[in-house]
């Protein structure tokens, strides 16, 4: 019989590619990661892994053992979380990550029902992270949950274990200075017609960024950048302070600075969010009572 504790540092070598990875993913030191994985190798009479210069890489045999690995792994977890919540009920320690106008709004007020209600006894913990970090944290099993987004013009790929559920969708819209504001047709605005306007943009390492770059060059240029903040206060600051433009979702928007609009597009773009955890934790009890909190929050505030 296969040993599981050998097996799941195997499926972690194929994910993570190096001895250190899996130590430090496992809480091991890396020779003690090589010899589990020699005594594998002897238990089953198969080279599982070779040399390849200074790494360690596997052999068509480990790799087809690692994928196995993978779903038996899966589904043992799913296993022990099903009796976990039969003999826990809505008890527990889940981590949750959002990205920041989803924290302080949805998560927030999710969180406010999961504390007024007598029944919980559900403990969470929160961090902010951008939709990137949050999914690598929750592939990992650093979170549990994470609430992500994406735009209707820039897709999001989950990564493989990881299931998503819509929570809704909100506008994004174009703030301007009342003074700057150019004409506008049937309540909309094009943004070919600040072409020549300069921009603020989210910094261009997450999708925000790529969000507003696909925009403007369906628009037919490209945004000249003179600001980038991640913080959409910041940019609605500097936008009534007459730096320049910014697209902005509904949900970022905390204030309106004075003398700052917020205008519809006539190519209308939306931001989609998701609450996204790791297919086997889906039979969780837990994970089930706060998803039903963060759903609820969301619906008063998007669009289904």
Wanted: net charge negative; proline share 5%; glycine share 8%.
């Amino acid at each position: 019989m296969i040993d599981v504790r050998k097996l799941r540092m195997l499926a972690a070598l194929e994910r993570l590619g190096t001895i250190a990875a899996v130590a430090e993913e496992l809480h091991l030191t890396a020779p003690g990661v090589s010899m589990q994985l020699a005594a594998l190798e002897r238990e089953l009479g198969l080279a599982l892994t070779r040399r390849q210069g200074r790494r360690v890489v596997l052999t068509p045999a480990g790799t087809v053992l690692a994928l196995h690995g993978h779903d038996i792994l899966d589904r043992l977890s799913m296993a022990e979380l099903e009796l976990e919540a039969l003999r826990a009920g809505s008890s527990g320690r889940y981590a949750l990550t959002a990205f920041p106008s989803a924290a302080r709004t949805i998560i927030a007020e999710a969180c406010r029902h999961l504390l007024t209600d007598p029944g919980s006894g559900l403990e969470l913990t929160l961090t902010t992270l951008e939709p990137e970090d949050a999914l690598s944290a929750l592939a990992t099993g650093t979170a549990d949950l994470a609430v992500v987004h994406s735009y209707s013009n820039v897709a999001r790929e989950l990564p493989a274990g990881v299931n998503s559920t819509m929570l809704g969708s909100e506008p994004v819209r174009l703030a301007v200075r009342s003074a700057d504001r150019r004409s506008s047709t049937g309540g909309t605005i094009e943004l070919g017609e600040y072409d020549r306007t300069p921009w603020i943009t989210p910094t261009r390492d997450v999708t925000c960024f790529d969000m507003v770059d696909r925009a403007c060059g369906l628009a037919g240029f490209r945004p000249r950048v003179v600001a980038e903040t991640m913080d959409f206060a910041v940019q609605l600051e500097l936008v009534a302070a007459g730096v320049g433009v910014a697209l902005v979702p509904s949900l970022a928007v905390e204030r309106l600075p004075d003398g700052v609009e917020l205008l519809d597009l006539a190519h209308p773009v939306e931001r989609a969010l998701a609450l996204a955890v790791r297919e086997p934790s889906r039979a969780d009890a837990g994970v089930r009572a706060i998803s039903g909190a963060i759903t609820a929050a969301a619906a008063a505030r998007l669009t289904r």
